[in-house]
Nanobody, 108 residues
Framework: DVQLQASGGGLVHAGGSLRLSCVTS????????MKWLRQAPGEGLERVST????GTIDSVKDRFTISRDNGKNTLYLQMNNLKPEDSAVYYC?????RGQGTLVTVSS
């Protein structure tokens, strides 16, 4: 079975940083384009960043850096200079599959 377990969320003050992790199993991670998504309360799902199996990146948030460790089947998201509007549940996923999210709350 495909498993995607995100972690690393929490409460942080504006301007702070967090690093999210997503441990995966059940598919060929190294060949799979992975993405981080987020959903704020009352809002739709928003793509944050995508990284292909070869490491090329398509990011829509310049304060965030996506990376991957194919040896550990793990996806990361480094988030810097966080703002209250970044508060959301963050999910990792691929294609139309996403795992359980991790909550990020940024206080002003």
């Amino acid at each position: 079975d495909v498993q995607l377990q995100a972690s690393g969320g929490g409460l942080v003050h504006a301007g702070g940083s967090l690093r999210l992790s997503c441990v995966t199993s059940g598919f060929t991670f190294a060949r799979t384009a992975m993405k981080w998504l987020r959903q704020a309360p009352g809002e739709g799902l928003e793509r944050v960043s995508t990284i292909n199996g070869d490491g090329t990146i398509d990011s829509v948030k310049d304060r965030f850096t996506i990376s991957r460790d194919n040896g550990k089947n793990t996806l990361y998201l480094q988030m810097n200079n966080l703002k209250p509007e970044d508060s959301a549940v963050y999910y990792c996923g691929f294609n139309d599959i996403r795992g359980q999210g991790t909550l990020v709350t940024v206080s002003s």
